[in-house]
């Protein structure tokens, strides 16, 4: 089962809402992943932990604070965003740590597509 | 500077035409994954090579690492409309802790 799943799937919020994403696996991965992604560009890497830990935070605004409760969850609270935060959240997960040795692949999940008004 | 550079970013072909994709870096990586996405949805996994010089065959797809591990090709033999989506290879850097890296994308319209 290679499945990391998402919620919601839609999202629409008010600039002075509080809302969260959530993401779960259940493949005994050791590193999850945020990306925002625009349309038909690249997803950009937002977050990274690593045995629950946060290890890589790619200058993310405050706005976005992300929470790895165990090791099958990852949340991104979102806080008094802004329209060009509109996009597509993606969660992945990869079996080996950051850090840790061979190689590894990311499965990502469906995502939530994120519309700020 | 992207680290990853896709080629074509878009393609437009029609039903039964081949196809081949291009992922090039300066950069040596220790694996190298390809996905599909459609509009909406998230990257869906299609193969990761590891040996330099490797190919591997999925049904009417061919992945190619190269020798040196700094580049990948994708090739489609009588694409189908269902293989329309966007096309993204990720790259992962030895030596930097493993961080993965994305290629700029590669838009594929397969027309009926």
């Known amino acids: 089962d290679t499945e990391v799943t998402q919620t919601p799937k839609h999202l629409v919020m008010g600039m002075t809402n509080k809302k969260s994403l959530k993401c779960e696996q259940h493949?005994?991965?050791?590193?999850m992943y945020w990306y925002k992604q625009k349309a038909k560009k690249p997803p950009e890497l937002m977050f990274v932990?690593?045995?629950?830990?946060?290890?890589i935070n790619e200058s993310v605004p405050s706005r976005f604070s992300p929470e790895c409760p165990n090791s099958s969850l990852l949340n991104l609270h979102l806080h008094a965003l802004q329209p060009e935060d509109s996009a597509l959240y993606l969660c992945?997960?990869?079996?080996?740590?950051?850090?840790?040795?061979?190689?590894?692949?990311?499965?990502f999940g469906p995502g939530t597509r994120l519309t700020v008004l | 500077t992207q680290l990853l550079e896709q080629s074509p970013q878009f393609l437009s072909i029609q039903e039964g035409e081949n196809l081949t994709v291009y992922c090039n870096s300066s950069?040596?990586?220790?694996?190298l994954q390809w996905y599909r996405q459609e509009p909406g949805e998230g990257p869906v996994l299609l193969v990761t090579?590891?040996?330099?010089?490797e190919v591997k065959k999925l049904k009417r797809l061919t992945f190619q690492f190269g020798d040196a591990r700094k580049d990948s090709s994708l090739h489609i033999t009588a694409a189908q409309p269902g293989d329309t989506g966007l096309y993204l290879c990720?790259?992962?850097?030895?030596?930097?802790?493993?961080?993965?890296?994305f290629g700029t994308g590669t838009s594929l319209t397969v027309i009926p």
């Open positions: 992945a997960s990869s079996s080996r740590a950051v850090g840790g040795g061979n190689t590894d692949t990311q499965y």
């Open positions: 493949m005994g991965h050791r590193a």
């Open positions: 932990y690593s045995y629950e830990k946060l290890s």
């Open positions: 950069s040596v990586f220790s694996s």
């Open positions: 090579v590891v040996t330099g010089g």
């Open positions: 990720a790259g992962e850097r030895v030596n930097t802790g493993n961080q993965f890296y």
